[in-house]
């Protein structure tokens, strides 16, 4: 095939598949583009969002003047070449390959939870296996229970694609394979940590070695009615298919050849509200509620289409609309906006994977946002990119893929932003009142209060020459800091003058959604509706209100993305109660369904006069996503003002964190039964001392108003003085919503 220059990467170039001309650009392997041209090519160990693997030999075609057998996954295709991906040796190659993974394989399958979606089932089809030419000798391997996943060796063919999805995807690392002939395995080095993770390489386990162990022997495949959605967990809209049967959910799935699925996403479908009747009287308490209100307090779990009702409500009736957390976002996004001329961030979470240096700061991305930390971990393996985090703590977790930790104190983050700017912004060139900024700006005094070395900054710029393809990702510490105007301000320099592929997470929830549709108010007044959120009348989706809503998993309706993107949702389960376009029908408004409103949603805020039923949902075969709409990126007056850098207000002695668990993201989270978690305080063994306290020893204490009762546990993996403290189980406070996440800890001992 000749020797492959990435001088060439993008030429345009003309090959022959089977006869057919096939247009495509240089750098692109022979599977690629077979699969732009709708030409099977048949793989079993293939992956498109991994690295090619090449251990199945499946995708083996013939090229023109080269001999032999060329692996199509990972063979780049040059112009004029003529490629064969059917002839009789091939075919009988193909055949030899799998009578080997059909080893110790039945050909009647039994009772096996991949039936009916194995690939290797289907392949066994496909090449006419009517009997088991190869034997090998029986070996007894127990079936091993991984929490999450439950892994079964006698049924794995080596593939490697959990591995690789383990390694290059999660970045978790708790799956690796064990050498040893006919008795290789995959063996789980991180069983303690139970690894939610594991669902990822279940998904792509191409037999019935990796299965979901609370799925097993439930439900036929075939039998289970599929439903796509969207995540509305974390913000990040991830693509996810509900699989159900007699009004229950059985399981998640998603289009795992392309996407990806945390934990949270994967296993956090059990949280409708169930066995609800329309309740004639707590819906006229309800309306009447309304027509009382001064202020309608909610939070960021309803779809576009709901927010779009009560900003109609608001319109019409005067409420004051308040939601904490997308409030603190929208005026975060509003500032940053005066410095780019853009409603919205640039970065994408392509780019991000595709990037050669990641910075992260004011977010335990981990835990805050796992589809964001997948793909920078992606940007690390695959493109060895540089990861430099900035945060008051370490994060274990992602440990393996920062190549530079830089600590600052808490509550310092706009000391540590105008370093960073100050960092990067040094040889380019700015307006001249952004550079007498900067010039005025005292490096050594920012440097000691926020405890950031001057060296550390100083390594990573010369850490960043010669690379190209900047990310920088921001989230939740910086939104809620009583400086982050300036904060946005700032980091929105880097994209408008250093061409960083900023992404800036929204919260939890559809909380960007919420902040473009709904003109929003900083604090309710008089009298209160609450929308899964405590007030004088509270709606609820958890089932403790004073009227019934529906979960996100028994709505119709759309989500805004991390990545900017309108995406459907569908019913999963069913739902009698009374819907929220119920009561905005009551109160003056004509709508016959919710969804009715998607044509509705704002287009001087990005979004487009769509039908809901006329959304796409789907992934191509080469992965280009087809799911919903982009929202527009609308132009904004430019204001380039920065105020003085103001004196840091630092934390001195103990100090918790608000920070969730991974999966862990709200109260719905919570109400899972594969996620449910005990809350703890965790901290280190310098915070145990520093604190006086003891292992398993029973505190409390008040954050912002709302009351902790906790348990505190030492985690030898942590650093510092500072705890993680979980809001998780906390219900949906406003006051924790809207709050700065660092607080001093003031506690009473159980019993005092």
Known sequence: MGVHNSIHKGKEITVTIDGKTCKSTFGKTIL?????????????????????????????????????????????????????????????????????????????????????????????????????????????????????????????????????????????????????????????????????????????????????????????????????????????????????????????????????????????????????????????????AFETAESIIFGSQISNEEALILQKLKEKKGYRLVSHEARNYQKFMQAYSTITGKSLYAGT???????????????????????????????????RARVAYMHPLEDTEIQNIVTQFIKYEAGSEEGAAALLVDTLLRDVEVPKSIRAFLDDLDIGNLSAESNIGEEELDALRRSLIKKSGFSLVVGADLYAHPRAVQIAKLIALLEQYAGFNVVCIPPAGNAMGVSLICDLDDEAEGKTVGYNAPADFTLSALGDGDLDMPAMNQQEGTLTTIDKRVVPMNVALPYGGYVLNDIANSLGLNAEYTIDYTKELPVDRGFEAQEFDSLPDYFDSVGNEHRGYLLKSMKVSVNRVLEEVSEIDGFDGAVVYNCNPTEQFSAFTQKCESLKTEAFLLGSQQ???????????????????????????????????????????????????SSYRFSRLDFERAGK
């Open 687 to 737: 915070f145990a001392m520093a604190t006086k306290l003891q292992d398993g020893e029973s505190i409390s204490y008040v954050i912002d108003g709302v009351n902790f009762n906790r348990v505190f546990k030492i985690d030898t993996s942590m650093k510092g003085t500072i705890a993680l403290n979980p809001t998780f189980d906390m219900g949906l406070s406003g006051a924790l919503l």
């Open 349 to 383: 979470l392509k780019k991000i994977s595709e990037s050669r240096a990641v910075i992260i700061l004011g977010t335990k991305v981990n835990d805050d946002s796992p589809t964001v930390k997948y793909h920078i971990n992606m940007a690390s393996k695959w493109h």
């Open 32 to 288: 690629d583009i077979a699969r732009e041209n709708d030409i099977y090519i048949p793989t079993m160990c293939y992956l498109t969002k991994v690295q090619p693997i090449a251990s199945c030999r499946m995708c083996i075609v013939n090229v023109e003047g080269v001999d032999g057998m060329i692996l199509s996954c990972q063979e780049k295709a040059t112009d004029g070449a003529v490629i064969n991906t059917q002839n009789d040796e091939l075919n009988k190659e193909r055949q030899n390959i799998m009578k080997l993974y059909n080893v110790n394989h039945p050909l009647e399958c039994g009772v096996c939870d991949k039936s009916g979606e194995c690939d290797l089932q289907n392949k066994t089809m496909e090449f006419g296996l009517e009997e088991q030419s190869f034997t090998a000798r029986d070996q007894y391997r127990p079936v091993e229970n991984w929490g999450h996943v439950s892994y079964d060796p006698a049924l794995c063919i080596m593939c490697e694609k959990c591995v690789r999805v383990s390694t290059e995807i999660t970045g978790d690392e708790a799956l690796q394979l064990k050498f040893g002939g006919y008795s290789s395995t995959i063996i789980n080095v991180k069983k303690e940590k139970n690894y939610a993770s594991l669902g990822e390489a279940a998904a792509v386990c191409p037999v019935g070695a990796l299965v979901d162990t609370n799925f097993k022997y439930t439900s036929n495949a075939w039998e289970l009615e599929k439903i796509p959605s969207a995540c509305p967990h974390c913000g990040g809209g991830c693509q996810m298919t509900y699989e159900v049967k007699n009004n229950r959910i059985y399981r998640v799935t998603n289009a795992f050849e392309f996407s990806n699925l945390c934990g949270a996403g994967r296993y956090g479908f059990d949280y409708a509200n169930k066995n609800v009747t329309k309740d004639k009287e707590a819906f006229s308490k309800a309306v009447q």
